[in-house]
């Protein structure tokens, strides 16, 4: 068979991935072609493509799902090749099978491949007769409630709900009792259809402290199966995964060697071709690993693999994909160091990683060895509802684990995405926590360790936090005065606080804490250096009506100022009474979205935290839940109708 010659590839994705794709086909010599919907139309990906087309309005299903609209532009363009990035269409096989009839390569595996790995009850069968373990749990789909019940009693709570047609934690739910099932059993389905076009799922034993350990394969058309080694993806919220690294500390050379040759055992079953991933469930007591799933892509982690073996996977998929063998056998693998990924995503950790959406007002990356980040974001972007939340990532590299930490929360203290929260102030703070430091946590760590990851700033921090702000205060309203007295709001503290003002330097006093600070900045920027004796501080900050908003290690916080004129203010201050809660709440919705399900009726009566609507925004399902108890007065909105930020979904009537 006569091998294909690529010289152009149309991407048929987006933001990150769509340049990582871009610049492995440019180190090949490759042209490339990028797609856009009517959101992405200014986007980094259309502007470093050799050429760019529109392909429909803002939602994925009119425009980055449509496949026929992408054969049809790659074919108008004279591309011989499409490459499906991740997500999206990369493991649909019945796109891939429609490139390859339209006389195109596409770049992964082949679609008898995709139907049979992908489908994850399908690749579940395989396993088993291979004698790889599988979790316990169902071989076939699932829909009926009934049927569903009789499995969930037959395995034993808690389970744990799957999509059977994709990954990325979409369509998944852990159900803890009998009376969750029904409820969760239609979320799941209704999250897979939304996401994969697929409602089928299937239900498996929940193991609730197991490690989430994957290996990267690669395969050729000339016979060629190796392993990458493997990497650890415990980390994890909504089981989406935040932190990846490799390799994966704490796993033997034995039990490394056993999981690899696993994957590679699959994958030759399989007759696999391209990149992808085989993930297990490591029980780390027991020390027995079980198969989960294939992903037939290149995986989101993938950097965190490419930084320490120096092999670039995407080159190796589009030399696959022209009929090219691998450059390299599994004896030349060598891997050295240890490698961290860190997704950053448009979330508030502080808030149950509920999506953020807004303007990218200011933007500084970090640089330096052992220093990657991959992302498409700069100054003026739109964080659109659309789109998944994932907005870079930031890899790194080190000598050994130790080393990798540390120079990853350098990098976080250096990087600054200004108008959005994210999840940095997450990962500055998980990479500093004792059980991940040790190796010795699991897909339930979030969980298990929230209190240490989510407690308030200390004292010292919050000091640190007020004086800054107060020395921006000053650095915009100049003052002839020599010392100024402030009452300063962080969170939920109120605190007074003396500024003393000298030449050059500043100093504050205030809840026990004195600071001899310099507040330095390039003019016009809301990036700031702030030096506390010997230490240099790194923030950012911008006012936001009354308040200033002050950025640090990935965190944002609300810190008010207000001048202390007289001993008599601070008296008011202080017996200022507590204003009561209003009687009638106003429930709005805390971004633009879809409305899947209006859960309550109005006259119904509500709890604390129960669900009032579930709301489908950037991909996913979140539900809005009561803050109060009391009568749902009103309901202003319908299922299947798009709201606004801000769009008062429902008003309750508070009850004591």
């Given at each position: 068979?006569?091998?294909?010659?690529?010289?152009?590839?149309?991407?048929?994705?987006?933001?990150?991935?769509?340049?990582?794709?871009?610049?492995?086909?440019?180190?090949?010599?490759?042209?490339?072609?990028?797609?856009?919907?009517?959101?992405?139309?200014?986007a980094l990906h259309v502007e470093e493509a050799d050429?760019?087309?529109?392909?429909?309005?803002?939602?994925?299903?009119?425009?980055?799902?449509?496949?026929?609209k992408i054969i049809e532009i790659a074919l108008k363009s004279g591309c011989q090749a499409i490459h499906p990035g991740y997500g999206f269409l990369s493991e649909n096989p019945d796109f891939a099978q429609a490139v390859e009839e339209a006389g195109l390569v596409f770049v992964g595996p082949k679609a008898e491949a995709i139907r049979l790995l992908g489908d994850k009850l399908a690749a579940r069968r395989l396993a088993q007769s291979l004698g790889i373990p599988t979790v316990p749990g169902t071989l076939e789909k699932i829909s009926d409630p009934g049927e569903a019940r009789r499995v969930a009693q037959q395995i034993g709570y808690p389970?744990?709900?799957?999509?059977?047609?994709?990954?990325?934690?979409?369509?998944?739910?852990?159900?803890?009792?009998?009376?969750?099932?029904?409820?969760?059993?239609?979320?799941?389905?209704s999250e897979a259809q939304s996401a994969f076009g697929d409602p089928s799922v299937f239900i498996e034993k929940f193991v609730p402290h197991a490690k989430h350990i994957e290996v990267q394969i690669l395969a050729d058309d000339h016979g060629n199966v190796v392993h990458l080694y493997e990497r650890e993806c415990s980390v994890q919220r909504r089981h989406q995964k935040l932190i990846e690294e490799s390799p994966a500390p704490l796993l033997s050379e034995a039990e490394r060697a056993r999981l690899c040759e696993a994957a590679v055992q699959l994958a030759r079953a399989a007759r696999y071709r391209s990149a992808g991933t085989v993930e297990f469930l490591y029980d780390f007591d027991a020390k027995r690993f079980y198969f989960l799933e294939v992903n037939t892509r290149v995986q989101v982690e993938h950097p965190v693999t490419e930084m320490r073996t120096g092999i670039d996977i995407v080159q190796e998929q589009l030399r696959i994909a022209a009929g090219e063998k691998l450059s390299f056998s599994q004896d030349e693998i060598r891997p050295?160091?240890?490698?961290?990924?860190?997704?950053?995503?448009?979330?508030?950790?502080?808030?149950?990683?509920?999506?953020?959406?807004?303007?990218?007002?200011?933007?500084?990356?970090?640089?330096?060895?052992?220093?990657?980040?991959d992302h498409a974001l700069r100054r003026g972007e739109q964080v659109t509802p659309y789109y998944d939340p994932l907005i870079a990532k930031l890899i790194v590299w080190g000598e050994d684990r130790s080393c990798a930490i540390?120079?990853?929360?350098?990098?976080?203290?250096?990087?600054f995405i200004l108008g959005v929260r994210t999840t940095c102030g997450f990962h500055y703070r998980a990479l500093?926590?004792?059980?991940?430091?040790?190796?010795?946590?699991?897909?339930?760590?979030?969980?298990?360790?929230?209190?240490?990851?989510?407690?308030?700033?200390?004292?010292?921090?919050?000091?640190?936090?007020?004086?800054?702000?107060?020395?921006?205060?000053?650095?915009?309203?100049?003052?002839?005065?020599?010392?100024?007295?402030?009452v300063v709001t962080v969170g939920e503290r109120t605190n007074e606080y003396l500024l003393t003002l000298g030449n050059p330097l500043v100093t504050v006093r205030g809840m026990g804490q004195e600071f001899a600070a310099r507040l330095s900045g390039r003019p016009g920027s809301k990036l700031y250096r702030f030096r506390l004796g010997d230490e240099e501080l790194k923030l950012a900050l911008r006012r936001e009506g009354d308040r200033w908003m002050v950025l640090w290690r990935g965190e944002e916080i609300a810190v008010k100022i207000e001048r202390a004129v007289a001993k008599r203010y601070r008296a008011l201050l202080r017996s200022t009474a507590v204003s009561r809660e209003p009687t009638v709440h106003e429930i709005a919705s805390h971004m633009p979205g879809l409305?899947?399900?209006?859960?309550?009726?109005?006259?119904?009566?509500?709890?604390?935290?129960?669900?009032l609507f579930v709301l489908e925004a950037m991909k996913m399902e979140n539900e809005i839940r009561s803050?109060?108890?009391?009568?749902?007065?009103?309901?202003?909105?319908?299922?299947?109708?798009?709201?606004?930020?801000?769009?008062?979904?429902?008003?309750?009537?508070?009850e004591p």
């Open positions: 068979m006569k091998e294909p010659v690529l010289t152009k590839v149309l991407i048929a994705n987006r933001g990150e991935i769509a340049r990582r794709v871009m610049r492995a086909c440019r180190a090949l010599g490759l042209q490339t072609v990028a797609v856009y919907s009517e959101a992405d139309r200014y050429e760019a087309y529109p392909i429909g309005p803002p939602p994925p299903l009119e425009s980055y799902l449509r496949g026929d389970v744990l709900i799957k999509a059977a047609a994709g990954g990325g934690g979409k369509g998944m739910r852990v159900v803890q009792s009998a009376e969750e099932l029904p409820g969760s059993l239609e979320r799941a389905m050295r160091g240890h490698a961290i990924e860190l997704r950053i995503c448009a979330e508030d950790p502080w808030n149950n990683f509920y999506p953020s959406l807004g303007q990218i007002v200011e933007l500084q990356l970090p640089q330096g060895e052992g220093i990657r980040i540390a120079r990853a929360l350098h990098a976080l203290g250096d990087l500093q926590n004792e059980v991940f430091r040790s190796g010795a946590y699991f897909t339930d760590f979030i969980e298990r360790e929230s209190r240490r990851l989510f407690e308030p700033l200390k004292e010292p921090e919050v000091s640190a936090l007020a004086a800054a702000a107060l020395l921006r205060e000053v650095h915009e309203v100049p003052s002839d005065r020599q010392e100024l007295r402030f409305i899947l399900k209006v859960a309550v009726t109005a006259g119904q009566r509500v709890e604390p935290g129960e669900t803050p109060v108890k009391g009568i749902v007065e009103k309901l202003c909105v319908n299922a299947r109708e798009q709201v606004e930020k801000g769009q008062v979904l429902c008003t309750i009537r508070r």
